[in-house]
């Protein structure tokens, strides 16, 4: 009889701790609100709005501008009202702590699935908004794998099929095909065609080398570094990007030419490059300027970093005591870098048009708090500025040529650096291709 009294007066006791304390349920990568026994709701850490909260805290340590918490939190509030189409928040201060007190309850009156589609948009909406509008972004998986694949220059594109070709067919027969296809898509000249031309071009580089050629075969990433005679004097030396294998391709290619006592003169082609690998700079600069040479700037959040070059001239470019350098309106990013230092050092002549003027640099950050277990969130995010050779912003700005190809006076000026008719009409040439 005691022991029965005994058990129930436990049972008594648990079931009132119970009522007191609630039940928790739990789901993966959330806590949910506990579940009360009583009237009185407990509640517990918000994955999504930490996600939201580690979001803002990565763009204030890391955004190439210094913003305080009053400009940060308008971006983030601004962001909210155009979510949800209402002006929920204009009560509100522009106060941190104030806005994620508004946003945690806003969040409780949307279910599961509501909160993440929310947060995901917030901080979506939030990163594209920061200046340059559009340049930050919320990455997925896939993006990261597309950012690294277009980064290490990996093509989708078969070579082989291009030429209708297999892959032990000699170079000679592959020059062959390349020619026959490059005659007749030059006398098409339909920006289809010019496409096409650029595509044959590179598939051509990449395989009638056969470094090259191997590495596209195991990894199918193509070559950056293209090169062609454009006269027994004058080397046409193309740099499409810039990847991590930029280095290896440029000493490849330049020493594939490094022969005869004739080859003085090089074009430098930068048009269409879209940058790149902004971190291999160092290493890509060293064989034009030199080694351990202060090179060129960027700025982050009020404070500018030099850098310098780390390695220096390669054996097979001294030769070049004439040098031109093409840019274009499509030169970019890492290619405008490029550019403003080999100006700066007087490396050679920048003939073309003003660059694009995309001076900034992105970073991905992942995040720590995830809030799906199938899907990995990181922040694609604006972290620099670059800087020309007079430390200004190359954003919205660009790299002006030294000779506009514009100016019909283009040959005449040129012929004072370099009085030499044969390189004025090959420059003519190459760019009118």
Do not use: C
Not at 111 to 140: C, H, I, M, W
Not at 166 to 178: A, F, G, S, V
Not at 253 to 269: A, E, N, P, W, Y
Not at 337 to 342: D, E, G
Request: charged fraction near 25%.
């Amino acid at each position: 009889m005691l022991k029965k009294k005994f058990l129930l007066s436990l049972f008594t006791i648990i079931m009132v701790s119970l009522s007191l304390v609630g039940v928790y349920y739990f789901t993966p990568f959330r806590v949910k609100k506990i579940i009360p026994l009583s009237k009185k709701k407990v509640e517990v850490n918000n994955p999504y709005l930490a996600f939201v909260q580690e979001a803002y805290q990565t763009i204030q340590e890391n955004y190439w501008k210094k913003l305080d918490d009053n400009q940060l939190t308008q971006i983030f509030m601004t962001a909210h009202e155009k979510i949800t189409h209402q002006p929920q928040l204009a009560s509100l201060s522009t106060s941190k702590g104030e806005y994620f007190k508004f946003l945690q309850k806003y969040l409780q009156t949307l279910s599961s699935n509501k909160e993440k589609q929310f947060v995901v948009q917030l901080v979506d909406l939030t990163l594209t908004s920061l200046p340059p509008a559009g340049r930050s972004r919320l990455y997925l998986k896939k993006d990261e794998i597309a950012l690294k694949n277009e980064v290490e220059n990996k093509t989708k594109l078969n070579y082989y099929q291009l030429f209708k070709v297999k892959p032990d067919t000699k170079p000679e027969l592959i020059e062959k095909k390349y020619q026959q296809e490059k005659k007749k898509l030059e006398k098409e000249k339909t920006p289809q065609a010019k496409k096409k031309l650029r595509q044959i071009k590179q598939a051509y580089q990449t395989l009638i080398d056969p470094q090259a050629k191997k590495r596209y075969q195991q990894t199918k990433i193509a070559t950056t570094v293209e090169g062609e005679l454009a006269s027994p004097q004058i080397l046409h030396l193309s740099i499409t990007r810039f990847s991590p294998t930029t280095l290896e391709d440029l000493k490849r290619v330049s020493q594939r030419f490094d022969h005869g006592d004739k080859l003085d003169t090089l074009i430098l082609d930068l048009r269409d490059n879209i940058g790149g690998a902004i971190d291999g700079l160092p290493y890509f600069l060293g064989p034009f300027i030199g080694p351990n040479r202060y090179a060129y700037e960027f700025l982050q959040q009020g404070k500018k970093e030099v850098y310098q070059t780390k390695i220096g001239w390669f054996p097979s470019l001294v030769r070049y005591k004439k040098v031109v350098i093409l840019i274009n309106h499509n030169s970019q990013s890492s290619a405008e870098v490029f550019a403003s230092v080999l100006k700066k050092y007087n490396v050679g002549v920048l003939v073309g048009e003003r660059t694009r003027g995309w001076g900034t640099i992105e970073r991905v950050f992942p995040f720590k708090h995830q809030i799906d277990p199938h899907e990995k969130y990181s922040i694609f995010l604006v972290h620099h500025l670059t800087l020309n050779e007079d430390g200004q912003p190359i954003e919205g700005h660009g790299i002006e040529p030294t000779i506009k190809i514009s100016d019909p006076q283009w040959k005449n000026k040129l012929f004072h650096y370099f009085p030499d008719h044969q390189l004025i009409t090959a420059v003519d040439k190459v760019w009118h291709e």
